[in-house]
């Protein structure tokens, strides 16, 4: 019991150690970027244009915005594929479970 | 013919758009089929349709995590995705990935380490096929010895069986995944999570490919637990790199948003058809994939031995993915196409009656 019990603080720590190097390993990955891509923004209008020149502007604003694009557009599709194919008439609540 | 290609924003190079939407669409499948991101498909697959290969991994990853939330929203519905399980292992996996990276910066700071993670990857990838293919002979040869026997075989009997030998090991705190069926110490979930994703960060790959058969044969998940619950996995590491690529400057959405619309039908293909094709279908369909993985990898790895032939080894290594691509996907489309018209059938007959 003693032995399980030095386990568990053992892992315990273990955990809380990888924990508290997070921010290092993610300041370590900052100081790698050291390579400076823009966008060509002269062959580029409307919509396009406007996308190009936030990624200039801000890869912040730029990521934000790509990681709620993403997601969205995931399920709008999924509802979409959903709407099909319960119409054509295959049963998507159920399946039988075998190996 | 110019409305066959569209101007990328940020990486300024013009791409056929079409061939985004098939990429997307035989990725999906064989993505929602297997539970896999498959950025061993997509990445020289983007490569080819013009982009530079920084802009190639990031929309890679992007459009990976819309398809694989496409794709867990399916496998959700039919009841595959144990989300205790998926997200114990994040823990594990988000903190593994890190580690690996970190694994992967301190080697090169010692020398070249490409080299050794290729191998590495190779022998991985050998070993998983292994694991796959015995599985499926010891399964096959239990089912001889009960038919010798007058017997059946139970539907849920498996080849290889050492999760049971991992569930005996009882650490405390022990935990119930009612959806997987599984009770065992939530460190086996963290620890194999934590390891994969180690291995995953150190071959810089999502790690799909790894997880998959570590949750079947490791963690004693069924076969369609399995693919549900590493896809929501996927799904959330995959929005995680994302925003860390995207950060970096290197995706192309517009081009993602264009895979995701192949992606969103064939990631829905993909998770239907696993409906209709049993667990050891999925398993045998598994061990080809990583066949083709393995031999892209490999041909990619003989190229500095034959510099004269590196142009065309890189075009044969090219094709045998796609090849693998094409003909796993189109196997999963058949499949489902199969089983959805005879469900229908014997939908109109019992109506009929």
């Known amino acids: 019991m003693r032995k399980l019990r030095n386990l568990w603080v053992w892992l315990v720590g273990v955990y809380a150690m990888m924990l508290c190097f997070m921010p290092t390993v993610a300041m370590a990955k900052k100081a790698l970027r050291n390579v400076v891509i823009v966008a060509d923004t002269r062959r580029l209008d409307g919509l396009m244009l406007w996308w190009a020149q936030m990624y200039n502007d801000s890869h912040l604003y730029f990521m934000i915005l790509t990681i709620i694009i993403i997601p969205i557009t995931g399920c709008i599709f999924g509802v979409l594929a959903d709407v099909v194919m319960n119409h054509i008439g295959i049963d998507l609540k159920h399946r039988k479970a075998a190996e | ?353």
């Open chain 2, 1 to 353: 013919m110019d409305w066959l290609y569209v101007l990328m924003p940020i990486s300024g190079c013009t791409i056929f758009w079409p061939g985004l939407i098939i990429l997307g669409l035989g990725v999906g499948i064989i993505g929602g089929f297997f539970g896999m991101g498959g950025a061993w498909m997509v990445t020289p697959g983007l490569n080819i349709l013009g982009f530079p290969m920084a802009f190639a991994i990031g929309t890679d990853v992007a459009h990976m995590a819309g398809k694989s939330l496409i794709s867990t929203m399916r496998h959700g519905k039919f009841g595959n995705v144990d989300y205790k399980l998926g997200l114990t292992m994040l823990v594990g996996t988000v903190i593994g990935m890190e580690i690996g990276a970190q694994i992967v910066m301190l080697l090169e700071r010692l020398g070249n380490v490409d080299k050794v993670v290729r191998w590495l990857y190779v022998v991985l990838l050998i070993c998983l096929a292994w694991m796959v293919f015995h599985d499926i002979a010891v399964r096959k040869r239990k089912e001889r010895e009960a038919q010798a026997r007058g017997e059946v075989l139970d539907e849920k009997a498996t080849g290889i069986d050492w999760a049971s030998k991992l569930h005996a090991i009882k650490i405390p705190p022990m935990v119930h995944f009612h959806q997987a069926g599984i009770y065992c110490s939530a460190w086996l979930p963290i620890f194999v999570s934590f390891a994969t994703g180690v291995l995953a960060g150190i071959l810089g790959i999502g790690g799909g490919l790894i997880r998959m058969p570590c949750l079947v044969y490791l963690i004693g998940c069924p076969t369609h637990i399995a693919v549900g619950t590493d896809l929501f996995e996927v799904a959330i590491s995959g929005l995680y790199g994302a925003a860390t690529y995207t950060l970096k400057g290197r995706t192309e959405l517009v081009a993602a948003l264009i895979m995701l619309i192949g992606a969103a039908i064939g990631a829905q293909i993909g998770a239907v058809a696993t409906k209709y094709i049993r667990g050891y279908g999925i398993r045998a369909a598994f061990g080809a994939a990583v066949i083709g993985c393995l031999c892209s990898v490999v041909l990619k790895l003989i190229q500095p031995y034959f510099p004269a032939y590196a142009k065309i080894i890189n075009n044969v290594a090219t094709v045998v993915v796609l090849g693998f691509v094409i003909s796993i996907s189109g196997y999963i489309f058949v499949k489902m196409i199969q089983g959805a018209a005879q469900e229908i059938a014997e939908n109109k007959r019992q109506r009929a009656n």
